[in-house]
């Protein structure tokens, strides 16, 4: 028996240590120099006459149009793969799940990496520069974004990308486990797992800043959320924010403090009438029920799918209180309505028909859930809607004066999902300092608790109850999400920056939404940016909207103006 077990594990090393790297090798030479599977770029299945299907005379270019036609599909079925984990998947399913979302990953990664898609880049520009009469703004704009994903993601291992796929889909059931028991030891060896697996990535990710540099891993990360935006350019932003916000906090926190506190919400507000109010809102700033839906799960929420099949996912209800539920369904309206808008329908899966990146994206949610959502005109039609609803009549914590103090209550808090407006950022510069940290070598997971108490300490004076409360509090770090959060950050300055503009062209904002109409607000966001797709390139495109570079000016001059000038 033990001759037997001795023999096994020879077989057993000699498999893992001499074959199994042969293998590897050999089937990366062969699949460098197998002819790539090329796709029927003539067998339209939908929407034959859109620019995806236009003939073009470079075959290069008109190859890479089908190949990302098809890695789109991937996308597509990812993404429904993704919704059906979060809301209908039976638990027995989970093992399974995680494999395909891994090996589907793994497979649009191979399309995308795939040197011949380099050739054929490469011949593409060759007939740019030849017959530059052929290509249009859109067609320039394709093939650069296509070269930005290829680059992006040439370098990096399949196996690494099919890893972290399944170990973020693994990190979401992880979260909601350890939000429920406060559970840092079994939070510790999974984060560093997937910090070690991002890192691994990143490193491959990293592109030469110029002849001597390379950029650094995080930047590398954040490049995929945040294209455009380079580290030093946020320190920029955040450090004006920070400045302005020294000054700006205490006066608000000391003219709230003088005024009368909101009355709390009495529940119970049943599920069934808060998804009732949460559809109505979302037909109110024009999100297509044809093409898409909101639905509730166990996990934390999100967004995403394609213009034709957008989802909306929302944490359970909370019974107690409906604004919570409110706020996350504003929040991913504002995602759904830059989804459904983007140029897909001429454009369909191609590179310039995606959004502009998570800031942009969070931008759009940002400006229906804080700049519109919480105006007092927004609470004034709101109020008799919900006291009917809710059968509260007479209740004075669901008058519009009551329900607009709730949401501009200025608090210094430890979560950052019920954070306010005003200090939302301090827990998003502490999250960006933090992350760039844990990349950098500077600072260990095991170290991560109480440097975020510290950080927290340092910011608001106000020590987190427990772990649950602090650094494990946020789904994004465990589904393998660094270089997220400025996003939200940045996304506020964008709308705010927008918002200037857009109360010039649409005057009667505070009129449409004392009505709840808020279809004039979605089709100038529509025609300003969802339609853009990625025509532009981010910062661009700031520009040709507000005539200037984002500055974070107009969300200070926003604050002083809610939170200071109004009465
Ligand atoms: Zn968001």
Redesign the pocket.
């Given at each position: 028996m033990s001759f037997l077990t001795s023999v096994l594990d020879h077989l057993k090393s000699f498999w893992t240590e001499n074959l199994l790297p042969a293998a590897k090798t050999l089937i990366r030479k062969t699949r460098k120099e197998e002819p790539l599977r090329l796709p029927a770029p003539f067998t339209p299945d939908e929407d034959a006459d859109t620019k995806q299907y236009e003939a073009h005379p470079s075959s290069a270019y008109m190859m890479l149009k089908m190949i990302f036609r098809d890695i789109g599909r991937y996308n597509a079925v990812i993404e429904t793969l993704g919704r059906d984990f979060l809301t209908a998947m039976p638990k027995g399913a989970y093992k399974s799940r995680l494999g395909q979302i891994g090996f589907l990953h793994r497979r649009r990664h191979e399309e995308v990496a795939n040197p011949q898609v380099a050739a054929f880049i490469e011949e593409a520009h060759a007939h740019e520069k030849s017959s530059p009469e052929s290509w249009d703004e859109w067609d320039h704009a394709n093939l650069r974004e296509i070269e930005i994903l290829y680059r992006h993601h040439c370098q990096v291992d399949p196996e690494l990308i099919e890893r972290r796929a399944r170990l973020g889909y693994e990190g979401r059931r992880v979260h909601r486990d350890v939000m429920r028991n406060n559970d840092w030891d079994t939070a510790r060896p999974f984060l560093e797992d997937m910090i070690d697996l991002t890192r691994r990535i990143a490193e491959s990710k990293c592109l030469r800043d110029n002849e001597h540099d390379t950029e650094s891993p995080y930047q590398a990360l954040m490049r995929e959320y945040i294209p455009g935006f380079r580290i030093a350019d946020i320190e920029t932003l955040f450090g004006q924010m920070t400045k302005k916000l020294d000054d700006l906090l205490p006066q608000i926190l000391d003219k709230q403090a003088k005024e009368d506190a909101p009355i709390p919400l009495k529940g119970p507000f049943p599920e069934t009438q808060q998804m009732w109010l949460n559809e109505t809102l979302l037909r109110a700033i024009g999100f297509d029920f044809s093409r898409g839906g909101l639905y509730e799960t166990g996990f934390n929420p999100v967004?995403g799918g394609t213009p034709e099949d957008t989802h909306l996912v929302i944490k359970s209800v909370n019974e107690s209180n409906f604004l919570i539920s409110m706020k996350s369904t504003l929040?991913?309206g504002?995602?759904g309505l830059y989804v459904q808008g983007l140029p897909r329908d001429v454009w369909r899966y191609q590179p310039v028909g995606h959004d502009m990146g998570n800031a942009w994206?969070?931008s759009q949610?940002?400006m229906i859930e804080m700049i519109l959502g919480r105006r007092r005109e927004f609470f004034e039609y709101l109020a008799p809607r919900v006291e009917g609803l809710f059968q509260k009549f007479g209740d004075p914590s669901m008058s519009a004066e009551n329900l607009y103090k709730l949401k501009t209550r200025v608090r210094k808090t430890a979560d950052r999902k019920t954070a306010d407006e005003v200090t939302y950022f301090h827990h998003i510069n502490l999250r960006f300092e933090l992350e760039r940290k844990l990349f950098s070598g500077a600072l260990e997971v095991k170290d991560l608790p109480e440097a975020w108490d510290a950080q927290m300490d340092k910011t608001f004076g106000d020590m987190p109850e427990s772990s649950c409360m602090g650094c494990l509090q946020d789904v994004h770090w465990f589904v393998g999400k660094f270089g997220y959060f400025p996003?939200?950050a940045l996304?506020h300055m964008i709308a705010a920056q927008l918002y200037t503009v857009m109360r010039k062209d649409i005057q009667n904002i505070p009129e449409l939404l004392s009505e709840g109409n808020l279809i004039p607000v979605r089709d100038w966001l529509n025609h300003k940016v969802h339609k853009q797709g990625r025509l532009r390139r981010p910062g661009a495109l700031i520009e040709e909207i507000t005539g200037g570079p984002l500055t974070p000016a107009p969300l200070l001059a926003h604050f002083e103006e809610r939170y200071l000038h109004s009465v």
């Open positions: 967004e929040h991913e504002g995602h994206h969070e949610a940002l996003s939200y996304g």
